[in-house]
Every structure is written in structure tokens, then in C-alpha cells.
């Protein structure tokens, strides 16, 4: 009985798997990850003229440039200076603590803008026909009987 088993050596995953579909390859390679780091890709020019005012305003956010020789994966795309640029880009990382503080910051702005919205709005409201402003959503099922 044992003898028309086929052993686990001779299954092949391999086939059984289903094929890969192609994808086109990504614009903008991924730097490794360095726990600590937040990489972003920075616009240096915007079709063919230099964007000074943008660079520089994400260096002072705190952005600095990543060097070619720190991440020798991205090494054929190096620019004059030693820097990681690809197509008017250049290849920037920032501490993730400081990123953190930049996402807080912005998500607290955007919330007060909101808010004082929604202030706006409920201050033409009246008895006699009331506005409807619910900022969440719910979800209920039937009844079973």
C-alpha cells in the first residue's frame, strides 16, 4: 500500500504555484531601510530649470541628502557631487522623530481648520430645520426574528 505514494522529495512546489504577471518597474528606486530614518525623494528641478525654493525649504524642514557611497544599491544612479539623484530628484532622509513631530504638526492644523468649518456652518443653523453635521459613520444589521 505504501509503495504507490509518491515521496515529499519528488512534489515540486514550483508547479503548483501560479505565474507571476509583469509589472512595469518602479520610477523611483527604494533605498534599504535604516531604523531611524526617514527617506523621501526631494524635487531639485522641474522640467529642465532648477527649483531652488523647494530644496532648499525641505533642508531647512530638516531634510539632508543621502550620499551614493551610504547606500551602494542605488550607486549607478549618483550625481556630480556624490549625492543619489534621478531625474530632477534627489534622495533625502530625515530623522523618523523629527517626521513624526512634522505629521503631528499638520494633523493638528488640518483638524483645527476643520473644526472652525464646521463652526461656520453650524452657526446658520436653526430650531425650525436643523443642520445635519455627524462626522462618523455607523453600520447596523436586520433584525432576526
Same mark, same amino acid.
Given at each position: 500500500?505504501?509503495?504507490?505514494? #509518491?515521496?515529499?522529495?519528488? /512534489?515540486?512546489? /514550483?508547479?503548483?504555484?501560479?505565474? $507571476?504577471? %509583469?509589472? &512595469?518597474? #518602479? ?5 534599504? &531601510?535604516?531604523?531611524? %530614518?526617514?527617506?523621501? %525623494? +526631494? ?5 529642465? $530649470?532648477?527649483?531652488?525654493?523647494? @530644496? @532648499? ?5 530638516? %531634510? /539632508? &541628502? ?13 550625481? &556630480?557631487?556624490?549625492? +543619489? !539623484?534621478?531625474?530632477? *530628484? ?7 522623530? *523629527?517626521? /513624526? ?7 493638528? $492644523? ?16 436653526? !430650531?425650525?430645520?436643523? *443642520? ?6 455607523? @453600520? ?6
Amino acid at each position: 500500500m505504501a509503495d504507490n505514494r #509518491t515521496s515529499r522529495e519528488l /512534489e515540486n512546489r /514550483e508547479k503548483s504555484q501560479r505565474k $507571476q504577471s %509583469w509589472a &512595469p518597474p #518602479t520610477t523611483l528606486p527604494e533605498p534599504s &531601510p535604516q531604523p531611524g %530614518w526617514t527617506f523621501r %525623494w +526631494i524635487r531639485t528641478s522641474l522640467m529642465g $530649470q532648477a527649483d531652488p525654493t523647494n @530644496s @532648499s525649504a525641505k533642508f531647512r524642514e530638516g %531634510w /539632508e &541628502p543621502v550620499k551614493a557611497a551610504d547606500h551602494p544599491e542605488l550607486g549607478m544612479q549618483a550625481g &556630480p557631487n556624490g549625492n +543619489i !539623484e534621478n531625474g530632477g *530628484l534627489l534622495l533625502c532622509k530625515a530623522p523618523t522623530e *523629527l517626521m /513624526e513631530q512634522r505629521r503631528s504638526h499638520y494633523a493638528t $492644523q488640518s483638524q483645527s481648520q476643520m473644526e472652525a468649518v464646521d463652526n461656520n456652518f453650524m452657526r446658520q443653523n436653526d !430650531e425650525r430645520m436643523p *443642520l445635519f453635521s455627524e462626522k462618523r459613520s455607523t @453600520s447596523s444589521f436586520g433584525r432576526g426574528k
